[in-house]
């Protein structure tokens, strides 16, 4: 059967298939038909300033380009203590007496009467948790078994001697206390020595949180 296109054209035919070829390998491998028309046609993205992402001005390296306004500043003679703490003079007071009246009625016993009389006195000036364990063996309980086994009948003297720490609803004091005890014809002084007394504010008063000898280290609430 005859050919019915000149050599020459055949030729031309086939160069021509083999450009198309070799520019669509081209086209591929640079990501064609990958792509999305949207992502493509969609501007690119603006990154905001810091001051706008933050709210907060800035200057060069990052510094406020607003002047702070002075603060109002005291000289150390006129500078108020007080208002440093979260308690006022009165309320010191006021919680001190609570935990030099507890040292008080922790050394005042008399054996000839009922314990209960005893742990009472304690009870009215501390909280109700604490005060239902008082009786406890290794709380105020130990002491009133060693006092009332020696028939002895004694008057609680305390002295607050410094505030340990302090927090927004509690002050822990440390107080010497002392037992004066009259036992048959002998009168001494017992020293009882420094307790760790935690008062916590509670309904507008003050209340004994706890009771420890002052080197356990008993610190407010904790």
Do not use: C, H
Not at 23 to 49: K, M, Q
Not at 88 to 105: D, S
Not at 143 to 156: I, L, N, T
Request: proline fraction near 7%.
């Amino acid at each position: 059967m005859p050919n019915p296109l000149p050599e020459r054209t055949q030729r031309m035919v086939v160069i021509g298939l083999i450009a198309a070829l070799a520019g669509f390998g081209i086209y591929v491998s640079l990501g064609g038909f990958g792509g999305d028309e949207d992502d493509a046609a969609a501007p690119p993205r603006e990154t905001a300033p810091l001051e706008e992402a933050t709210g907060a001005p800035s200057g060069p390296r990052g510094l406020a380009t607003v002047p702070p306004e002075p603060i109002t500043t005291t000289e150390a003679e006129d500078m108020d203590v007080l208002s440093w703490f979260p308690f006022g003079e009165a309320e010191f007071q006021a919680a001190g007496a609570t935990a030099q009246a507890f040292a008080e009625a922790y050394g005042t016993i008399d054996y000839s009467r009922p314990p209960e009389d005893y742990y009472s006195s304690m009870e009215e000036l501390a909280t109700k948790e604490y005060a239902e364990v008082l009786s406890d063996s290794e709380r105020a309980g130990a002491f009133w078994e060693e006092m009332s086994g020696k028939e002895a009948v004694a008057r609680g003297l305390a002295e607050v001697e410094e505030v340990r720490t302090f927090g927004a609803g509690s002050i822990t004091f440390v107080v010497t206390a002392q037992s004066i005890t009259e036992t048959g014809d002998a009168e001494f002084d017992e020293d009882l020595g420094e307790f760790a007394v935690t008062v916590i504010k509670e309904g507008g008063s003050w209340a004994v949180f706890d009771f420890q000898p002052a080197d356990v280290g008993q610190f407010g609430e904790e």
